[in-house]
């Protein structure tokens, strides 16, 4: 059973738009948010995170924000680029001998496409 | 920078040949993790390591296994590999706060 939910499979914005990204788990025990970017043929590259205690995160372009009430996550990007285009992953964790980051649980991933 | 490392981008492999996917991290990390990640599915957690010669099963361990015999290397081993394993697989380790992915390992199972 997931645990973690992107259930967009595909989100397509203009560019100099907002683009955002839904996640939704099911673990109340999950205390760290994270959100990957994908290119085709490349790893994984880490973009933001957050922390159960916080509701917001910002990192230039990118925000995230947390609603522990609704486990909900969403990752905001504005203004989208067509740079942006990519697989989105949200993933989640509890934290492992109270600090270390332990395993992650992906959601299935959001397909972004910023057009010009 | 952290790094981590893939032994090769692409491989293509016969059914039945035992495979090995070769993975190094060059920040001390004690975490590392095997995945593999196909269209519409995600990313799935094959298995990990929590410290040297320590393993334990993700979500889809069957038909592999796993080697970690010095920190920073963690390998992992098809047996006996299979078309439905032709897959991206991926490697990690994780630092307090982040989880770093390697390049990727593009498998074709023929």
């Known amino acids: 059973d997931q645990q973690v939910k992107q259930n967009s499979p595909s989100l397509s914005v203009q560019e100099g738009r907002i683009s955002i990204l839904n996640c939704d788990y099911t673990?109340?025990?999950?205390?760290?948010f994270l959100w990957y970017k994908k290119y085709p043929a490349e790893g994984p590259t880490f973009l933001i995170s957050?922390?159960?205690?916080?509701d917001k995160n910002e990192d230039g372009r990118f925000t995230v924000f947390l609603n522990k009430s609704a486990k909900h996550l969403s990752l905001h990007i504005v203004p989208s680029q067509p740079g942006d285009s990519a697989v989105y992953f949200c993933?989640?964790?509890?934290?492992?001998?109270?600090?270390?980051?332990?395993?992650?649980?992906f959601g299935r991933g959001t397909q972004l496409t910023v057009w010009p | 920078d952290v790094k981590v490392t893939q032994s090769s981008r692409y491989l293509v492999k016969r059914t039945g040949e035992k495979v090995f996917l070769e993975c190094v991290q060059d920040?001390?990390?004690?975490?590392m993790f095997w995945y593999r990640q196909d269209p519409g599915l995600g990313l799935r957690l094959i298995y990990f390591?929590?410290?040297?010669?320590?393993?334990e099963k993700g979500d889809i361990p069957e038909g592999y296994s796993v080697s970690r015999e010095k920190k920073e290397r963690f390998s992992l081993i098809l047996e006996s590999a299979s078309t439905n394993q032709t897959s991206m697989y991926l490697c990690?380790?994780?630092?307090?706060?982040?989880?770093?992915f390697g390049p990727g390992t593009r498998l074709t199972v023929l």
């Open positions: 990690a380790s994780t630092e307090t706060d982040t989880q770093y």
């Open positions: 673990n109340s025990m999950f205390d760290y």
């Open positions: 957050i922390s159960s205690i916080k």
């Open positions: 993933a989640a964790s509890a934290r492992f001998r109270g600090s270390t980051l332990g395993r992650l649980y």
């Open positions: 920040m001390d990390h004690e975490n």
């Open positions: 390591s929590y410290d040297v010669k320590m393993k």
